[in-house]
């Protein structure tokens, strides 16, 4: 079984920064891409950032320059570092880890719980 535990949203003003974390558990032989979700008011979730396990990154335009996604694959954990924070980054924010749990295994996609960010004007 694997369980992810994300950390690190709340209430921030505008410019402010905020790091989330993400962190996976249990029977994991390899983690390949690693990224981040955001669902705000409306009715689509966006793709914030990806990270592959070579380290190749991809961001969203509206997070580019602002935003830092990396990882610590000792600690099967995935970052966001979030800087320069404005209103419209307001939303839950999910990680995925695409996890191979065995050698022979295949690769599923595994899901944060989410986390509240908030940024106040």
């Known amino acids: 079984q694997v369980q992810l535990v994300e950390s690190g949203g709340g209430l921030v003003q505008a410019g402010g920064s905020l790091r989330l974390s993400c962190t996976a558990s249990?029977?994991?032989?390899?983690?390949?891409?690693m990224g981040w979700y955001r669902q705000g008011p409306g009715p689509q979730r966006e793709l914030v950032a990806t990270i592959t396990s070579g380290g190749w990154k991809n961001y969203a335009d509206s997070v580019k320059g602002r935003f830092i996604i990396s990882r610590d694959n000792a600690k099967n954990t995935v970052y966001l570092q979030m800087n320069s924070l404005k209103p419209e980054d307001t939303a839950v924010y999910s990680c995925y880890l695409q996890i191979q749990r065995t050698v022979l295994g295949n690769k599923y996609d595994y899901w944060g719980q989410g986390t509240q960010v908030t940024v106040s004007s």
């Open positions: 249990g029977s994991i032989f390899n983690i390949n891409d």
